[in-house]
């Protein structure tokens, strides 16, 4: 993006006019260090509201083999018609260009985890104009089952932290959730939880045997859940809106009175 550009700009510029000021006793260069260092300041500072302000009303399309992924993947993504596809682009492309991306290995995210959230993240988000989740800015990946403060002493998988802006995964569990069936999906399930975060105004009143017809549509009980996920499940709406979206036939009154979109997605 231009932001990134920009400074790769300016540190040639920084490091030339520093070869000039010390080893070529220029000093008249100092002017040009200074600006060019400013540049790269601010521009780093703001490079996402740099590059948001640059593709503002310029449709935005992912990298084609992100494309081509999500077309094996994803069967509602391969379904959609030309426009639908258009605007699922542009939005993920534009969530993940908001959003700050860490790997606690050290190492850049691979790019297909960025775009799997993103789907997800849209995909709930279909039905209305606001899809960016801007109270979660951060997502944190580990190479497998985490620790983290804010749930005590529990090795789990998935994470959805509000206070902090934070969604972290266990990469492996990630990519099985959407990858293979039989595995539950865990991005789902936290773009799930971002949502009602982010946008639910209401609290979902759900009937007293919530969790037995979970278990009927899924085949999936509550206890095995927990023990997948690593901490308790005392929400049933992310579990709700993962069986919508994930099991043919199911017809969850209280997702699809938030989310109508999702009535014939499998």
């Avoid at 039905?127 to 190479?143: A, G, K, T």
Wanted: net charge negative; aromatic share 12%; hydrophobic share 45%.
């Amino acid at each position: 993006m231009i932001a990134r550009r920009i400074m790769i700009l300016a540190v040639v510029f920084v490091l030339g006019s520093a070869y000039f000021i010390f080893f070529r006793e220029r000093h008249d260069f100092v002017w040009v260090f200074a600006g060019s260092l400013l540049v790269l300041t601010v521009t780093y500072v703001f490079q996402h509201q740099l590059d948001q302000m640059v593709i503002r009303g310029v449709p935005q399309r992912i990298d084609k083999s992100m494309h081509q992924m999500m077309l094996v993947t994803a069967p509602y993504y391969k379904s959609l018609s030309k426009q639908d596809m258009q605007l699922m682009q542009d939005r993920m492309a534009r969530w993940v260009l908001r959003k700050e991306m860490i790997q606690k290995n050290e190492n850049k995210p691979p790019q297909d985890l960025m775009y799997i959230l993103s789907y997800y993240a849209v995909l709930l988000t279909l039905h209305q104009e606001d899809f960016r989740y801007d109270i979660f800015d951060r997502i944190v990946f580990y190479e497998h089952p985490f620790l983290t403060p804010g749930v005590h002493e529990e090795v789990h998988i998935v994470e959805t932290e509000s206070v902090d802006g934070t969604m972290i995964f266990s990469i492996p569990h990630l990519l099985k959730g959407h990858l293979e069936k039989g595995y539950y999906n865990i991005a789902l399930h936290a773009n799930a939880e971002a949502y009602r975060i982010q946008y639910m105004k209401e609290s979902v009143t759900w009937e007293p045997n919530i969790w037995e017809r979970l278990e009927e549509v899924s085949g999936i009980r509550r206890e095995q859940l927990d023990t997948y996920i690593g901490v308790p499940q005392e929400d049933p709406w992310p579990v709700a809106v993962h069986h919508q979206v994930t099991f043919k036939g199911a017809h969850i009154s209280e997702v699809l009175h938030y989310l109508p979109q999702l009535q014939n997605i499998v």
